[in-house]
């Protein structure tokens, strides 16, 4: 093997990054390099073709597709009302005359004499996209959009539901591994981002929505709660489009587990603070976690510190977290790298490494299944 | 035609470029060397180039051989140095995604999903003007997939017109673009009635990159899939691979067009069925699709002429990580846990899979994690091939004369193409398959979750070199098939499967047999296999034996109910797999009864250990 493929997901305290801000197709860019932008400011606008509305105007007037043309009132990129005639059959007793109208504001896109179809194009829709974090833009992409910086703390989840969300970090719990419980869950948490250690169920999800949090963290969930959260079973793990009226991230997976100390650590010093976050979650070719962002633009700027490529490999000493059965969710570090293969219970041949545990124990695990937790 | 000694071949996967080396030993080729490096497709190197010229390296390296003169493959080869052909395949930045349309769903969408899907590519959607949904409806979901082309069919030729064109003019209401480069317009191939081209033209004209070809479906009674094929495989080039960051540079480098690669793994199937007369049927399941090949020969209208048929199909959310959960969302509970020895809570079990999911890349540690992966894997075969029937079918219309109202009201497709008892060799890929700890494990899998009837010969593509020899076939067949018989393919063994109603008690024996080994090996054996029972004869990699199969009565090895069959048989790794638990797979319901079962199942093929929970 050419390369051992280490997976890490980022858990700092104070990096730069850089967010790309795209529209979905060309349009307006309406900020500038240099410029200073807030999480919810429009920095790109643009608009999509509307919806179409067809409408068999043959079948309705009675006549044949190719007669179509002689019996619209609108041509091809006529604007139209809704109830405006459109199209009108020309009978010789007056009484007998039969309409068409409109079916929505819009303009006519074709009139097809094949199919005697008529399309109506829907106005366009605005299409906005927001800066999601606080921060300076550093680059125009024309037409497109813009890429915005930030600086400040960066906490990358391993899952996440629904999409982008803003509001001040509220943290609930004061040690890792604390179950968030419904009672926990009160009005002071309205607008704001709970943050739990633990396990979050879909109890204590539906009661922050009920309370309006902006979004809910925790260290694990089960996928029966996703299941009812969801109110269908997740096939492939692309999420971050669900409506679900909050947004929801697990830092470490399925199950009951505890968030790591780091990832707390840092969470527990933003309470209070405002933040940015997003359950996008993408696991294919382009791999996208979702994040929690904590702006800090008053801090003096870290020393050549950017949002670089990571991911190259281990070393003795990292910290890391083991991410499979038998050792799932439990934290430590690379104790030893073992070069030779080494036969697991499964019955596989495998790359393994020592981990050292927190509590001092030491295990050996195939490599595949341990991340860095990358700073 | 040029010489052809030395030979490298590329196939850049989503996330590895494969790299083997193929030399000329005396008369027959064989592959001497392979190395991988990351598929460089995406930032930060965004160069398709990197990763091969990495994995070119690593062969460089092993062999001893120079391939490189810097950034250049030095050809032809000359001693020790060069080589004389390179070629590739690619599947990177998600393959060649399509969207197809057809008048008739059953018809010429069908149709038309087959050329897409035998092209390589994934299909994305069928649109049809029977599909049920409203025109907004279609429009909406053309504009928001975003497929790398559209292959838009329909009407036989001098038949409908106005469908073909209403599809047309929804395709141009979406205003759809292509996935890749924004400045672009989306490759549409109009492959329907001829007498509709210039309306199509006119409709889609100015507002796509529109090809015109010959109809997919010139009468209901014959598809015509080739040049629509040639088609896609042209502006895959020119469209989705030019695209693609650093692929232009390759496309220079190659000696061959670079296919698609399941369209490869399509090329040396059928390469293979073709040259050794035989029925072939091939599985790909990797981590979020699984791939189903299958080339059965069809007897014609003259019920004398035979010709092999080859279908491809692409369970696009069936695989082993990626697409783990969704595996257990359409398969069910119940279905999986069928296949477990051990007691595992269901909510668990759930978890376990989803975190599966979320980690891709991690692999099972403690032998119930190996358990509950082999378990899914069975799910996701069976369901893989299940679609594969639905899509593997003749058409519609063939031998029988009827008019277009006829075929309309007919209410599926034909009969699938897809007979267990007549086919010959089972090949298997793709991580789970390939990488189990036992190759007895593979061979399980395999039988348990495509159920062979009579007698198949089972086998696994070791390395996924599969796609490599595809395109190597389409330059030299001798060296493709040389190499695919030596150094791809493992033979796991021959699977002995009777089919039938005999009313048997469990134990009770459905057929007798007589082996005799041939040669030095010598020997053999005789015996009866009990209804219900599975076992394992030891029939080495590389021998051959004479087989005599005598079923009981309403028992079928292939030769009819009852019937005397006496064949050849080849060895492997794995041996000779004699399957009396009949077809359809009859596990018991009872929980202990079924833990019974499969662990005398898996103590059989000595599938985890004697015990069958241990390794």
Sequence with gaps: MAHAYTPGLRVTQYTVLRRSRRLPMKGLVL???????????????TELPGNVRTMNIVNRLGIAADELHTFMLKKEGDAVRKGETIAASRPLIKWFKTTVEAEVDGVVESVSAITGQVLLREPPLPVEVLAYVDGNIVEVIADEGVVV???????????????????????LSDAPGQDLTVEMIDAESTGR?????????????????????????????????????????????????????????????????????????????????????????????????????????ESAPPVAEKDAAHGEGMSEGDPLRVIRAPYFGHIGKVGRLIAELQKVESGASVRVLEVEFEDGSRAVVPRANVELIEE | MPKLDVVIATDCGSTTTKAILIERQGDIYRQTCRGEAPTTVEAPFEDV?????????????????????GERIITPAEGNRGVDIYISTSSAGGGLQMMVAGVVGSMTGESAQRCALGAGAIVMDVLAAN????????????????????LLSGGTDGGTISHVVELAEYIAAADPRPRFGTGF??????????????????????????????????????????????????????????????????????????????????????????????????????????????????????GVSAEPVFN?????????????????????????????????DEADLRDRIKNKMIRPTTIPHMLEELQIEHAVAREALRLALVQHRELAVGLKGVQTERTLSDAFEQSGSGDSLIDMMSLDLLVGSGGVLSHAPRRSQTAAMLIDAFQPEGVTQLAVDSIFMMPHLGVLASVDEKAATDVFERDCIVYLGTCVAPVGDGKVKAGEPCLTYELTIDGAAGGGTQGSLGYGALDLIPLAEGVEADLILRPNRGWNVGAGAGQELRTRVRGGVVGLVLDGRGRPLDIPEDLEARRRSLTAWNQALELYGDSGKEA
């Design chain 1, 31 to 45: 900020a500038r390099v240099g410029e200073t932008v807030q999480r919810e400011q429009v920095v790109a606008r």
């Design chain 1, 149 to 171: 910086e930030t600086r400040g703390a960066f906490v990358q989840g391993i899952f996440g539901v629904g999409g982008e969300a803003y509001g001040p970090l509220h943290v």
């Design chain 1, 193 to 297: 981002i709970i943050v739990g250690t633990g396990l979050v169920t879909h109890a204590v999800i539906d009661k922050a929505r009920q309370v309006g949090a902006a979004g809910i963290i925790g260290g694990g969930m089960h996928d029966s709660d996703l299941r009812n959260l969801l109110g269908y079973d997740l096939g492939v793990a692309i999420t971050g489009a669900e409506d679900i009226g909050l947004t929801v991230i697990v830092t470490e997976g399925f199950g009951r587990i505890a968030m790591a100390r780091r990832t707390f650590d840092i969470l527990h010093a933003c309470h209070g603070r405002q933040a940015s976050l997003s359950g996008a979650t993408q696991i294919r070719a382009g791999v996208m976690r979702p994040e929690i962002i904590v702006p800090d633009l």
């Design chain 2, 49 to 69: 180039t990197r990763g091969v010229l990495n994995a070119i390296q690593e062969i460089e390296e092993l062999s001893g051989r120079q391939i490189l003169d």
């Design chain 2, 131 to 150: 599909d049920g949904r409203l025109p907004h409806e279609k429009i909406e979901r053309i504009r928001h997939l975003r497929p790398d082309m559209v």
């Design chain 2, 185 to 302: 317009e989306l490759p549409v191939i109009f492959a329907g009635n001829r007498d509709a081209q210039s309306e199509v033209e006119r409709v889609l004209g100015s507002k796509t990159a529109l090809h015109l070809t010959e109809n997919i479906r010139p009468v209901l009674e014959r598809e015509n899939l080739g040049p629509a094929r040639h088609v896609i495989h042209d502006l895959f080039l020119e469209h989705v691979m030019a695209q693609a960051p650093g692929y232009r540079e390759l496309m220079a480098w190659t000696g061959a067009p670079i296919m698609p690669t399941p369209a490869a793994v399509g090329q040396i199937m059928q390469t293979i069925a073709r040259r050794q007369g035989i029925n072939v049927l091939g599985v790909d399941i990797g981590g979020a699709t699984t791939d189903v090949f299958s080339v059965f020969t069809v007897i014609g209208d003259d």
């Design chain 2, 312 to 344: 491809r199909t692409v369970s696009a959310n069936l695989g082993m990580s990626y697409s783990i959960s969704n595996v257990l969302a359409e398969a069910t509970m119940p279905n999986v846990v069928r296949w477990l020895p051990v007691d595992i």
